[in-house]
């Protein structure tokens, strides 16, 4: 199974920004990797980014809503998200759950609406800092996966994206023993719930991913890619990350 790495752009990056989408392309399209690439820029970049990409990389989108159109000032549909070029979404960031109160049942219809779209949903979940320190987080992941995860999933529509809340953009990561004992308990759930259906949902490790550390990150059994913030704004750093994974394959 190939790894897929991913890069989320957040609200980060204006026209100028493309530059660094422009870098990525050329490396890419000059030793086509053996893992699969996505940059998920905003949604202003969206559609330039796939022009410039040239089919070296997949471009995805951040969120979307869960009805394909209506009237819903501000929102992007998934179909929309397609028409611009996107191929993927980002759905239930753990900053979409907290900072605009997005449940379990709301990013499960969201993922219903990408797939109708034709897109990759890359599902996220993880556990507060809180959460962990009272030893719920097995339990918790768990209950976001049960809850968030459609029950038609299959690996070539969903991938599943764990990010412990506290690491993500603190320069925090767990320890190389915690990361993978989350993704076998992922493993373990998606297993026993879709049985060999789950066999190809990659299994994504994000939270302060960057070049100093993700060569131990991808190698970790269990571990099929990564979901990249602030690394992937930098074609050289998001650059040396996609290499981290070639080394393992």
């Not at 699969?36 to 796939?50: E, F, G």
């Not at 089919?55 to 501000?74: K, L, P, R, S, Y």
Request: charged content about 20%.
């Amino acid at each position: 199974m190939r790894q897929l790495i991913a890069g989320n752009w957040k609200m980060n990056g204006l026209a100028a920004s493309l530059d660094q989408i422009d870098a990525l392309a050329r490396a890419l399209s000059a030793k086509a990797p053996h893992t699969d690439v996505l940059v998920c820029p905003p949604a202003t970049l969206l559609q330039r980014a796939a022009m410039r990409g040239q089919g070296a990389f997949a471009v995805g989108g951040q969120d979307c809503h869960a009805m394909a159109a209506g009237a819903f000032t501000g929102d992007v549909s998934a179909p929309m998200l397609a028409d611009a070029g996107a191929t993927a979404v980002i759905l239930g960031h753990s900053e979409r759950r907290q900072g605009h109160g997005e449940t379990d049942a709301l990013v499960n219809a969201k993922v219903c609406s990408a797939w109708r779209a034709g897109l990759l949903s890359v599902i996220c979940v993880g556990e507060t800092e809180a959460e962990r320190e009272e030893g719920r987080a097995l339990d918790v992941v768990a209950g976001q996966l049960a809850g968030s995860v459609p029950d038609a999933a299959t690996g070539d529509i969903t991938a599943i994206a764990y990010e412990p809340v506290w690491a993500i953009g603190a320069g925090k990561t767990p320890s190389m023993q915690d990361i993978a004992s989350m993704h076998r308990h992922i493993r373990a759930q998606l297993a026993g719930r879709f049985g060999l259906n789950s066999e190809r949902i990659r299994i994504l490790y994000g939270g302060s991913v960057k070049p100093s550390n993700a060569r131990d990150i991808l190698a970790l059994e269990g571990v099929d890619g990564a979901l990249v913030g602030g690394a992937s704004l930098k074609a050289a750093e998001f650059l040396a990350i996609i290499e981290a994974a070639q080394r393992r394959s």
